[in-house]
């Protein structure tokens, strides 16, 4: 089904299935093909349906996720292991816009580029305007319909006069337009989000929720009916206070300074100019700690543990030259 409007299949993920098109073969019209090519699964998921129910098997839903733009494709990876596929901030959306489909019960949710460029192939509405994760600018999303050519629901004309009302924040006559379509899943998702603005209505200066802009404090505490949509596809709130820096790390302190840790004894100290004891003279004096002679250790009056007795090594009287 996905060769039959020349798309590159990519990779299973889990149950879910990644394509995309203009590559590695350049297309004329990409963005139709992809919309033409998930309405057609959206229908054979339909017609298989009563069949999968009369063997017992659970109904099948998918979720399609569609958007255009620029991506890096070819060979991705290292020596040891490539894949053929793409990446980019335009696969990054694709997968965010079918997360959020789950909210607005729907089953394909494409962006604006993708229905501008698809040059009225699909029949489409327009949903929301939404902020997803890892853009600062909101997204406006549509959901396709049927394929152009189809005579449109009447729940559309009811659903597009309810959105206009939201966007003017007339909430009261918004819901009445939202609550005409019970059929309609964000129909129904839009009614209850107008329902809970209506019984605590948002300042001026706060978004609607969806906007994707500066958002208010009702987004987050006032609207629980759409929670998962702001938590999921809408940044938080952005505070008005002085963000304080944190403290910065205190140094750690040294117990002795680097000249008095870096110091030898006095009886190793050699005067300025002479020269440097060789290996053989420059052993400590008897009866030290640590003599390493044989001596007696004067603490526990125990042999050293370096020699044993009878080997000490003589010490020169006077210092070897430096060769």
Known sequence: MLGQHGATLDKFIGDAIMCFWNAPLPQEDPAARACLTALRLVAVVEQLAPELEARGVARVHCRIGLNTGPGVVGNIGSRAAQDYTVIGDTVNLASRLEGAAKVYGTRILASEET?????????ARELDLLRVKGRQLPVRVYELVDVAGTPPPAHLARFAEGLALYRTRRFAEARERFLSSPEDP??????????????????????????GTRT???MRDRCAPHRVLLK?????????KPR????????LSRTRSSSHRMSAPSWRRRPAGAARPSSASSRRPHGSPRCGNGCTNPRNNTPSAFNSPGTRAPIPSTPAAAS
């Open 186 to 211: 964000p129909s129904r998702v839009f009614a209850a989000r107008c329902e809970a603005l209506s019984a605590l209505p948002p300042t001026s200066s706060e978004s609607l929720p969806g906007r």
């Open 232 to 240: 999921r596809c809408v940044v938080p709130r952005i505070s008005s």
């Open 216 to 218: 208010g404090p009702f």
């Open 244 to 251: 304080t820096p944190p403290p910065r790390p205190r140094p």
């Open 115 to 123: 229905v501008r460029a698809a040059r009225g192939t699909v029949l």
